[in-house]
């Protein structure tokens, strides 16, 4: 388990401190995540998402299920060709590979240290032959046309500059009637009382201004199946999960003080006071939807 | 070490052209877009940014050479 235990030296712990304690600065992706390296709360593997709280009891089981439920809503099997684009520490491949048996699984991601850690990773697994990890962007993928059956993205595409980018890229390297299945975070619906859209505000710009988030992908749910149409795809459908996770997660990390445990402890006072809150309060900015489409033919 | 199914599935991302691999260099050459991606601790980057521009010659070689050149 590559699982970072080293202390952070100084000039990290300066940099995180800088990440979570000042709101003017702004990092760009693979600066962001090659400092959070491998510090990630999960107990076991190097879980980056949110989870999907619907059944699940630990942060894990509940990254486990997030995983599931793009590969149910994908249809995924043993015929497929998957492409997994910011596929973080490829905890969801490794999962795929064990519990859905694609034929290939090539991941593609810009954070060159987050490639070399989920590499060694597979391959101390033995999966190296089925899982094809590299650097690449998902807004100009090296992949050939028409070469795979599904594309994913969990839980990253807000990242990409831009989005709509990626759904191009993501409809030419599928082939006809392949999917793409999509776990992504949007601004929520804007509300009518003055508090409740002050703290909507509050809340996405948390967000956006921690994990940069390009302002050309600050959308709602409602826009979110026409952009992929207007790329192409057909069979959009676009569901809001974000009540099995925001809520379940902070009520989680309130109640289980060994995940913020597992933080590094310049991260906790943070996230410490962040609990404080109610979680309708902190996340009422954010919506969290699950998108699919297929690609017509 | 890179085999050659890797190289099968693998395209220039600003031209979605054929790669060549110099195994030599390690790098991977996109003729087309005159780009040298390299492959760093056996992984490769498969990034415009990251890519080295190749001058006119470099292109030429490769484009005569070009197969000859496969690992």
């Avoid at chain 1, 994990?211 to 992929?228: K, M, V, W």
């Avoid at chain 2, 601790?41 to 490769?62: C, F, H, K, Q, W």
Wanted: aromatic share 8%; net charge negative; hydrophobic share 45%.
């Amino acid at each position: 388990m590559p699982k970072s235990t080293a202390p952070m030296t100084l000039r990290e712990s300066l940099a995180f401190l800088d990440w979570v304690y000042n709101p003017f600065q702004s990092r760009d992706v693979i600066r962001v995540y090659d400092l959070l390296s491998t510090r990630t709360p999960s107990a076991r593997g190097l879980w980056l998402n949110l989870g999907y709280w619907r059944d699940a009891n630990t942060l894990d089981d509940a990254c486990e299920a997030m995983a599931a439920l793009l590969a149910e809503r994908a249809g995924m099997g043993p015929a497929d060709r998957v492409l997994d684009v910011g596929f973080g520490f490829a905890d969801q491949d490794i999962y795929w590979t064990k519990h859905y048996q694609p034929q290939s699984i090539v991941g593609l991601n810009i954070t060159a240290s987050q490639v070399a850690a989920a590499r060694t990773r597979v391959a101390d697994l033995g999966l190296a032959d089925r899982i094809d990890l590299r650097e690449g962007s998902a807004t100009a993928m090296p992949i050939p046309d028409a070469s795979v059956d599904i594309v994913t993205a969990l839980e990253c595409a807000f990242h990409f500059n831009t989005r709509e980018a990626f759904f191009a890229e993501a409809l030419r390297v599928l082939r006809p009637g392949g999917r793409l299945v999509v776990a992504d975070i949007l601004p929520m619906p804007v509300e009518q009382c003055w508090v409740g859209r002050q703290q909507q505000r509050l809340s996405w710009w948390a967000v956006a201004a921690k994990f940069p988030i390009p302002e050309a992908n600050r959308y709602t749910r409602a826009e979110y199946g026409p952009r992929l149409a207007a790329q192409g795809f057909t069979d959009t459908q676009v569901e809001s999960i974000r009540a099995d996770v925001y809520a379940p997660l902070h009520r989680h990390l309130a109640a289980d003080p060994s995940v913020t445990q597992r933080l590094h402890p310049l991260a906790r006072p943070p996230l410490q006071l962040a609990l404080m809150v109610s979680a309708e309060t902190i996340y009422r900015g954010l919506d969290y939807v699950l998108a699919s489409a297929r690609k017509p033919g | 070490m890179l085999d050659k199914n890797l190289l099968e599935i693998l395209v220039c991302p600003v031209t979605k052209g054929p790669l060549i691999y110099d195994k030599a260099r390690a790098e991977l050459i996109s003729v087309a877009g005159r780009l040298a991606y390299p492959i760093r601790d056996d992984i490769p980057v498969m990034l415009e940014e990251e890519a080295r521009t190749l001058s006119a010659e470099e292109a030429e070689g490769y484009r005569k050479g070009g197969s000859a050149q496969l690992g």
